[in-house]
T-cell receptor, first 111, second 115 residues
Framework: SQQGEEDPQALSIQEGENATMNCSYK?????LQWYRQNSGRGLVHLIL?????REKHSGRLRVTLDTSKKSSSLLITASRAADTASYFC???????????FGTGTSLTVIP | DTGVSQNPRHKITKRGQNVTFRCDPI?????LYWYRQTLGQGPEFLTY????????KSRLLSDRFSAERPKGSFSTLEIQRTEQGDSAMYLC???FGQGENTEAFFGQGTRLTVV
């Protein structure tokens, strides 16, 4: 079964608003990554946060990680129509080299 | 080097035919991954190479699937006797690392349609 699960499955907001997506996972991890995927395209790497980090920023993105709750959140501030995409979290594990993806959050930003 | 390159971008094949996809990773990356993604789902892990060694294979990778990375650079994924259930986007990713995983960068994918 997939390791990461994103919540909500779908999110629709107005341009300029903030968007928050959550990811929960099941087993201990070394790091967690967030990706964006535009319809029918490949995945674009957004940010990686390690298990010993609690918060990380990159431009309009803010990622938090709570290893005690096995969860992470991705905040996109001041959203733009171009942010419309699916967002996935990917977790590795202490035992393997593969990344596990959830089913993603579909974000729609309305101009 | 502009990133991970996958060819072809699209492939339509008849059921029972064999298909082969190619992935060219970012040049200095020693790790290479293959994933499969169906509509509305997240990518599912298929296999992982470190240099030329195939170190992990998913149970999703049936006997009809084979992957190679002969010189530790490009990789190929072959599907023999394709079935309609093989229709999906096949994604390749690469990264550089010796210990813990680092950022993995994905190609645009090869979309396979089996008719």
């Amino acid at each position: 079964s997939q390791q990461g699960e994103e919540d909500p499955q779908a999110l629709s907001i107005q341009e300029g608003e903030n968007a928050t997506m959550n990811c929960s996972y099941k087993t201990s991890i070394n790091n967690l990554q967030w990706y964006r995927q535009n319809s029918g395209r490949g995945l674009v790497h957004l940010i990686l946060i390690r298990s010993n980090e609690r918060e990380k920023h990159s431009g309009r993105l803010r990622v938090t990680l709570d290893t005690s709750k096995k969860s992470s959140s991705l905040l996109i501030t001041a959203s733009r129509a171009a942010d419309t995409a699916s967002y996935f979290c990917a977790t590795d594990t202490n035992t393997g080299n593969q990344f596990y993806f959830g089913t993603g959050t579909s974000l729609t930003v309305i101009p | 080097d502009t990133g991970v390159s996958q060819n072809p971008r699209h492939k339509i094949t008849k059921r029972g035919q064999n298909v082969t996809f190619r992935c060219d990773p970012i040049s200095e990356h020693n790790r290479l991954y293959w994933y499969r993604q169906t509509l509305g789902q997240g990518p599912e892990f298929l296999t992982y190479f470190q240099n030329e060694a195939q170190l992990e294979k998913s149970r999703l990778l049936s006997d009809r699937f084979s992957a190679e990375r002969p010189k530790g650079s490009f990789s190929t994924l072959e599907i023999q006797r394709t079935e309609q259930g093989d229709s999906a986007m096949y994604l390749c990713a690469s990264s550089f690392g010796q210990g813990e995983n680092t950022e993995a960068f994905f190609g645009q994918g090869t979309r396979l349609t089996v008719v």
